[in-house]
């Protein structure tokens, strides 16, 4: 590459950089003063990209610009004063699963109200033109970006440390409940925070329309993103994301300019890695000591008892006679409803007893499910190895990226459990030759002994009732009361000699493998495998299964993944807006029981 | 002053306090006594509406301020000091102490900038120096002066001398005998009999979260 | 062979200076106190000794065998046992299981995947439950016990390895007077019949001369003064910067 095609390059990483600064910089906000981490902010990043275009056919580009902007915050401002304040109390998880929400509802808000199609935004009058840089042209508007970003970041740090409300949001970032002590009006702190964080984040997506199509998979793309210039910079710093974004946005522009588009997210992650390594708290970061630990009050989990085992083998012998009642549709739901059980079991491994919530498990789940198609359509393996071996896939995908998750703990390693899902999920969909991309893979059938509906359900009730066994069986055994030591005080944990990553990356690891397992097993009762089976969405299905059930009890995913599975088959079934509904199901439990159904259960039988 | 009766309070299910009924009258220095988990940190912070009385009535001047929110507390001219400083490391001395200010009131001692710093000569050397690069005794006069850059009628001083050396033990009790000089209430959580014996009129003595007959 | 050896141990966090040029000896059977205004230094000296913070420089010797570069879980293999200022336990487990799970590392059975956890161990630990006299409140929660026996709590995980050293963070803040001594008498008593060194930190005066044989007094990461307790009471030095005319 010649020398202006690098500076050329350079200064296109520069204009990217922009955007996902803005971006990044309102999670930091919102992050460090509410502690909640807004998943839907990419959603808000959408909503600026959908809006700009759709005003400035209306109203001119630059006119659009700020109104979009300033509509996304007081649309932020609503979802803050009307679900997130009801919330702010609840457990951490709770809150994520409803930012959740929102990022399927605003996505269907905007299907319905812009259509499925990729939608061009009109170019910036007056910045239409390209200017010649040795020797080079390129675009006016993006020199115009370059200016941009460096002047918000200037803007807002001296908002932070020059103004009264700067200190009082910096102050709050560390302890809000003493700024509240001093006579500051926490509600409205947060509500404005929000509003700029939202207003940024919606800034950016309509700064960007006359380079981008607005498209309804930006949400993901673009939070995963603002996720990895977060963890890399350091959480609640705002120039450390403004490092990062500027980082994070030259190594895009120079993979892509290299041709090398593809390789563009194993980039980042190495560049992640090296960082997290290095820096386990991110560039500019502080180390997490101010964080509160994991909640010292965590409920006991004794073994389940006599009684409790009798049942579950009631249940198991239910289940063997149900063939002999039914052959139809029911079975395809029961073994839908086996496989995703065994799936949440396996993230309540990592979550309960581990305390380290997942927002990539789906990860593990479609590593299995690929390895399994691979190894049967690709290598030719017979079924029955290929279901033997597939989890070894996902052993193999949590080994890696288990290994930098367990350097953080709390919202730190959901985030990066979320960035490395989005990785796998962009390989599988890109990766044409062996996942088959965006199409993904077909005929991924059982052996001709397991073709039937009755026969495969049979296997899937004894290799998840098996497996169940022995995920169960493991939390009782010393190393899964390591694990739960682990948990509650890593601190002494380690005093006592226990080795605290150690073990939780082992425990990451055997929540990979059986997740794997129900990928394998999922791969082969549909017949095919898409690259939706390690989205994002997936991986909340996971959490919202676990959730419903209850994080501090053992069985408790088994019953929240029949009852999700039960509930997602009946609504979903030929309805648009599906995505909406589940949206409106999670606000709903997350709203009518903010402590979780099994400590609403539990608070009921108390009394 | 400050009054409180029949009041209860707790966390979750676990209820700590037990029909707590006390006074401090304008003027006053009051200790509250007890052994740590007796509940004197948490009657403050019930008073201060940071943990939510379960029953019982908590009256400032008064007005009834229990089932208010904190700030609206704090701003009713009723100061609180945590039991573990709490100072904002990431600020400096000075933006710490901007974050407790408040307007000027009629009825209450004011605390400038230059009164605080006469008052706790120590933080006038370090005022752009970050809280988190103080000592121990100097976050703890911080945080007084934080409270009272607030200019309140009342305080509430939760422990101010716990895992202080002796001789910073010494200093805080002359600042609490000068805020009693200044006319400021104040309502004092010690562990230290030897300590309140210094600077309270009168003390409580809370035992597992009930009060002790006088 | 003194049981912990230090030597010029020093560690600075953004340009100031917490710890500074630091060596002290503790042999067994010695009770020995570090004391010293807030901020002098103590809680990181305690922090490079058990491996949490790496020092800038020195050498921390057990024994024969340097402690520097080593995470805390191998520094507790080693023998070096910890109480912490404000206690750490597993809140999830009973007073038992969390004896239990400092006895299942000492056995080195924490990989062992298909035992059940809650049978391993129970005589041992209701032994070391009843030398700290914990026994009675075994099966209660850690999450519900007052203070002071969660400091007993900790005692007892701190034994579990059998360790040549032990280090006491703060071990009777928060305590009535009368426990103060118990828990005091208790570590002077390991001290001599085990031979364990014990190295605390201590606000309370009354524990310090009364427990301690020897004092090692910080101030601004130095050590200003060092002996027997009535030395270290008259020493001119101390009293200016920390005991004062108390």
């Known amino acids: 590459m010649s020398g202006s095609a690098v500076l050329l390059q350079f200064l296109n990483g520069l204009s990217g950089a922009s955007a996902l600064f803005l971006v ?392 990066l459990t979320l960035a490395f899902a989005q990785i796998a999920w962009s390989i599988a969909f890109q990766w044409d030759a062996v996942t088959g991309g965006s199409n993904g893979l077909i005929g991924v059938w059982p052996a001709a002994w397991l073709a039937s509906k009755t026969a495969f359900y049979y296997a899937a009730l004894l290799v998840c009732a098996a497996a169940l066994a022995l995920l169960w069986r493991l939390v009782f055994s010393p190393f899964g009361y390591a694990l739960r030591a682990s948990r509650d005080s890593a601190l002494r944990a380690e005093a006592i000699g226990i080795p605290v990553r150690a073990v939780q990356w082992a425990a990451f690891c055997v929540a990979g493998l059986f997740a794997g397992l129900a990928g394998a097993l999922f791969a082969f009762s549909k017949g095919s495998i898409s690259p939706e089976t390690l989205s994002v969405p997936r991986s909340v299905e996971g959490l919202v299964m676990v959730l419903l059930g209850g994080v501090q009890t053992l069985t408790g995913p088994v019953w929240g993944a029949a009852l999700f599975t039960w509930l997602e088959d009946s609504v979903s079934r030929g309805f648009e807006y599906w995505r909406a509904a589940i949206g409106g199901v999670i606000l709903l439990l997350v709203l009518a029981f903010p402590r979780g159904v099994a400590g609403f259960v539990r608070e009921r039988i108390a009394r | 002053m400050l009054e409180v009766s029949g009041l209860n309070a707790g966390y979750g299910r676990a209820q700590v306090l037990f029909d707590i009924a006390l006074e401090a009258r304008r003027g006053e220095v009051v200790a509250l006594l007890g052994r740590n988990g007796a509940g004197k940190s948490t009657t403050l912070k019930a008073i201060m509406g940071l943990v939510p009385p379960l029953s019982g009535e908590v009256r400032f001047e008064g007005t009834r301020i229990d089932g208010r929110e904190p700030h609206e507390i704090a701003r009713l001219g009723l100061g609180y000091v945590p039991e573990d400083r709490r100072i904002f490391t990431d600020l400096t001395v000075a933006e710490n102490l901007a974050v407790g200010r408040q307007p000027a009131r009629a009825d209450a001692p004011q605390w400038s900038t230059e009164h605080l710093l006469a008052l706790f000569p120590a933080l006038s050397r370090m005022l752009d120096r970050s809280g988190g690069r103080m000592s121990g005794g100097e976050q703890q006069m911080l945080c007084i002066a934080r409270t009272l850059a607030g200019n309140p009628k009342a305080i509430l001083l939760d422990e101010p001398s716990e895992g202080l050396a002796p001789l910073v033990v010494e200093q805080m009790a002359g600042v609490i005998l000068e805020l009693k000089r200044a006319g400021v209430t104040v309502l004092l959580a010690e562990q230290s009999a030897r300590f309140t014996g210094r600077v309270a009129d009168r003390g409580y003595t809370l035992e597992k979260g009930e009060l002790l007959p006088a | 062979m003194s049981v912990l050896s230090v030597r010029g141990l020093s560690k600075a966090y953004g340009g100031v200076q917490a710890v500074h040029n630091v060596s002290f000896r503790v042999e067994g059977g010695e009770v020995v106190a570090m004391i010293g205004p807030n901020g002098a230094g103590k809680s990181t000296c305690f922090n490079m000794l058990n491996g949490q913070l790496a020092p800038d420089a020195g050498e921390i010797k057990l024994g024969e065998a340097s402690l520097v570069g080593l995470a805390p879980h191998r520094i507790w293999r080693l023998g070096v046992g910890r109480t912490f200022q404000i206690t750490a336990t597993f809140g999830s487990m009973s007073v038992r299981e969390n004896v239990q799970m400092a006895l299942l590392s000492h056995h080195r059975r924490l990989a062992s995947i298909l035992s059940s956890a809650p049978r391993c161990c129970v005589d041992e630990a209701d032994a070391l439950l009843e030398r700290v006299g914990m026994r009675s409140q075994a099966g209660r929660p850690c999450a519900v016990l007052a203070y002071g026996d969660l400091k007993r709590v900790e005692l007892a995980l701190a034994l579990a390895h059998r360790p040549r050293l032990l280090l006491m963070d703060e071990p009777t803040a928060g305590m009535a007077p009368g426990e103060r001594g118990e828990l005091m008498q208790l570590a002077a008593v390991l001290a001599r019949d085990d031979r364990l060194a014990v190295l605390f930190t201590e606000h309370d005066m009354d524990v310090v001369f009364g427990y301690a044989s020897r004092v090692i007094v910080l101030h601004m990461g130095e050590i200003i003064a060092s002996g027997t307790p009535d030395e270290v009471r008259a020493d001119p030095r101390v009293r200016e910067v920390y005991l004062g005319d108390a």
């Open chain 1, 24 to 415: 990044a910089a309102g999670l930091s906000l919102i992050f460090g003063v509410t502690r909640i981490v807004n998943f839907a902010h990419g959603s808000l990043y959408m909503l600026g990209m959908y809006l700009a275009v759709w005003l400035s056919a209306r109203i001119g580009f630059w006119a659009s610009v700020p109104l979009a902007a300033a509509l996304v915050a007081a649309g932020g401002a609503a979802v803050e004063m009307l679900l997130l304040r009801r919330i702010y109390k609840a457990p951490e998880l709770f809150q994520l699963l409803a930012t959740f929400a929102v990022v399927l509802l605003v996505k269907d808000l905007a299907l319905w109200a812009w259509g499925p199609e990729d939608t061009l935004g009109p170019r910036a009058p007056g910045f239409a033109g390209a200017v010649e840089i040795a020797g080079r042209a390129f675009p006016q508007y993006d020199l115009l970006l370059i200016g941009l970003g460096p002047l918000v970041f200037l803007l807002l740090y001296l908002l932070l440390t020059k103004t009264r409300w700067g200190i009082l949001v910096r102050a709050a970032t560390q302890d809000r409940e003493m700024v509240g002590a001093l006579g500051v009006n926490q509600k409205l702190l947060f509500t404005a925070v929000f509003m700029l964080g939202a207003g940024l984040a919606g800034l950016g997506g309509a700064l960007v329309i006359p380079r981008e199509p607005a498209s309804l998979e930006i949400d993901l793309a673009v939070v995963s993103d603002a996720f990895v210039v977060v963890v890399v910079g350091g959480l609640g710093s705002i120039p450390g994301a403004f490092l990062a974004a500027l980082l994070i946005g030259e190594i895009k522009a120079f993979c892509i300019g290299l041709g090398y588009s593809k390789i563009t997210l194993a980039v980042e992650f190495i560049v992640m890695a090296v960082v997290l390594v290095l820096r386990p708290w991110g560039l500019l970061g502080r180390p997490q000591a101010a964080m509160r630990g994991p909640a010292a009050l965590e409920a006991p989990l004794d073994p389940p008892s006599g009684r409790a085992v009798a049942a579950l083998l009631a249940l198991f012998a239910g289940l063997a006679a149900i063939p002999a009642f039914t052959t139809g549709y029911t079975l395809v739901l029961l073994t839908d409803v086996l496989v995703f059980a065994l799936f949440a079991a396996s993230l309540h491994f990592m979550m309960g007893p581990g305390g380290m919530a997942s927002f990539g498990h789906a990860a593990y789940f479609g590593l299995g499910a690929y390895g399994a198609g691979v190894l049967l359509l690709r290598l030719a393996a017979p079924m029955e190895l290929a279901l033997a071996l597939a989890p070894l896939f996902a052993l193999a995908g949590a080994l890696v990226f288990g290994w930098f998750c367990v350097r953080l703990s709390g919202v730190y390693l959901a985030m």
